[in-house]
């Protein structure tokens, strides 16, 4: 799936790139189509009141993009099951081949009929997901990341 938009002026920060809150703006965006592209659009979500949380989200800034840049989104299911969906997204540059961002995120179906709870997927919608692209979670090059600093061999306190 690909989602597709410009980097408007108002998303551009200070050094003269994509300010890193609309990186998750854009990936929003996007899993908002990948929501109707399965069944989850504003008419299946009223009807079913059924809907997806984002539970987590990792993002990579690989590369800087600036202002009027055309961007897209490619996105891959890495895994699901009755009730979540690992999704992995990458943002590239007009129609470049290297990403200028990866994002990877774990999103949970919930009943929205009263207090929210997680939900199993219906059957279409769960046919849906399994039906859009996937890849192993050893080939979404920026998943699985931890973050984090390299421990310290000597106990010396930090400069």
């Known amino acids: 799936m ?78 699901h099951d009755k009730k979540r969906v690992h999704l992995y997204l990458e943002m590239f540059e007009g129609d470049a081949h290297e990403p200028v961002s990866a994002c990877e995120q774990m999103m949970m179906h919930i009943d929205s009929s009263g207090a929210p709870k997680s939900a199993s997927f219906d059957e279409d919608i769960a046919a849906r997901i399994a039906a859009e692209p996937s890849v192993a979670a050893k080939d979404a090059r920026y998943a699985g990341r931890v973050i984090g600093l390299p421990a310290r061999a000597s106990s010396a306190a930090p400069a």
Not at 47 to 70: D, M, N, P, V, W
């Open 2 to 79: 690909i989602y597709r938009d410009t980097v408007k002026p108002e998303w551009v920060d200070y050094n003269g790139h994509l300010r890193d809150a609309f990186y998750m703006l854009i990936y929003s965006l996007t899993t908002d189509a990948f929501m109707d592209r399965i069944g989850l659009d504003e008419a299946g979500r009223s009807a079913r009141q059924r809907t997806l949380y984002t539970l987590e989200a990792h993002i990579s800034y690989l590369r800087e993009i600036k202002e009027g840049a055309a961007v897209r989104v490619e996105t891959s299911v890495i895994a």
